[in-house]
């Protein structure tokens, strides 16, 4: 990893997975990597980021500018432990050398368009109480709606955002 960022705004062009093999193996060794899967609370098996990304009501979104995945993203929009209005985030991360330069922020935007084209009302993202990912979800617009703890102990806010039309 590079001890200094040289990110463009052009830099800022977010794809989205289809069925592609390489993609998919790509993303999912980014988010079991060492330090970003000790930071996730979902665990990610590679068949889940394969259904997400042949179903239409899924999508995987990642931010690779120099050809290695630095920050990706897996919204559902459809699921049995969904409300009818709302989008789950699932999965999003981003590496920590790039963190702060509004990845996270524009992986999410991405997120939401595609839940308003499911005609969602909010999206929700679950985040571990203790992690410093409940400020970036605070800073976005995203507020905590309800706490629960895991089997495990660990207590999780859900965290919601309202969606305009």
């Not at 990610?44 to 899924?58: G, K, M, Y």
Request: glycine content about 4%; overall charge negative.
């Amino acid at each position: 990893m590079p001890t200094t960022v040289d990110l463009q705004i052009s830099d800022f062009l977010v794809k989205s997975i289809s069925k592609s093999e390489r993609s998919v193996s790509e993303l999912n060794s980014f988010f079991n990597s060492n330090q970003i899967k000790s930071e996730l609370h979902w665990f990610t098996h590679r068949d889940t980021l394969e259904r997400a990304a042949s179903r239409p009501d899924r999508r995987l979104f990642y931010f690779a500018p120099h050809d290695a995945i630095i920050g990706g993203l897996m919204i559902w929009c459809e699921s049995r432990v969904l409300d009818q209005t709302e989008a789950q985030i699932r999965l999003v991360a981003v590496s920590p050398d790039y963190r702060g330069y509004g990845i996270g922020q524009y992986l999410v935007k991405k997120a939401i368009e595609f839940a308003k084209e499911h005609n969602k009302e909010s999206i929700i993202a679950d985040v571990a109480a203790e992690a410093p990912a409940v400020q970036f979800w605070e800073a976005i617009g995203f507020h905590k709606v309800d706490s629960y703890f895991t089997n495990g102990g660990r207590e999780m806010y859900q965290m919601e955002r309202h969606l305009s039309k």
